[in-house]
């Protein structure tokens, strides 16, 4: 088995190698640390499974399982983040990921998840199932799922303090389709300025005040 892991922490990495090698004998490992680099080994190298963080440097984990999936529609892509909440969650499974679980849950869980999801089956974490199906639909996070695809990825992206131009190369998209789509994030989210729309992002779990780098509200 070919095995891709996408995430931004070597020492993260290392430790899923570790343990999947010892867990899934015989299987080839391989390492990506952002978005792109996922996109491109996928390409280049058709992973059987690809193990794929949601806050990824540059375009996010769920980005890059869209444009993976968009050139192989087969691809099996679980999700291993810290995220849990419930918008983030049916997001990544809406673009086609076949599992979702935490990085808090037990190791079992974890080899249970790439075992079924290598042979094509869904699986999330069950405290995640629960948590959905007891979700406030009205709460704010939820207007989440109204975005696009651009629309979420340009948000979340602006929510970890990116500018429009980072945006915008990282998208490869003109830094005027950018900005037109911020004000399209805005007037459905009802938010008037970037300050509101950092703290939407913390408010709904996209940004960890704790663990990530402090989000820039200088842009208008």
Known sequence: MKILIADDHAVVRQGYVSLLSMALEPCAIMEAASGEEACDFSRRHQPDLIIMDVGLPG???????ARILEDQKDARILFFSMYNE?????RA???GAMG???K????DTLIKAVQRVAEGEIFVEYDLIMKSSFNDQASESSKL?????RQFEVFSMLARGLSND????ALAIEKKTVANTVTAIKSSLGIESMAKLVFFAIDAGLVQICTQ??????QE
């Not at 799922?145 to 695809?149: E, F």
Request: hydrophobic share 45%; proline share 5%; aromatic share 2%.
């Open 104 to 107: 808090s849950c037990e190791t």
């Open 166 to 169: 980072e945006i915008a190369h």
């Open 86 to 90: 419930v918008p983030i969650v049916k």
């Open 59 to 65: 375009i996010s984990g769920i980005e890059a399982a």
């Open 213 to 218: 780098p402090a989000a820039s509200v200088s």
């Open 145 to 149: 799922q109204q975005l696009t695809r």
């Open 93 to 95: 499974l809406q673009v």
């Open 100 to 102: 979702y679980i935490t």
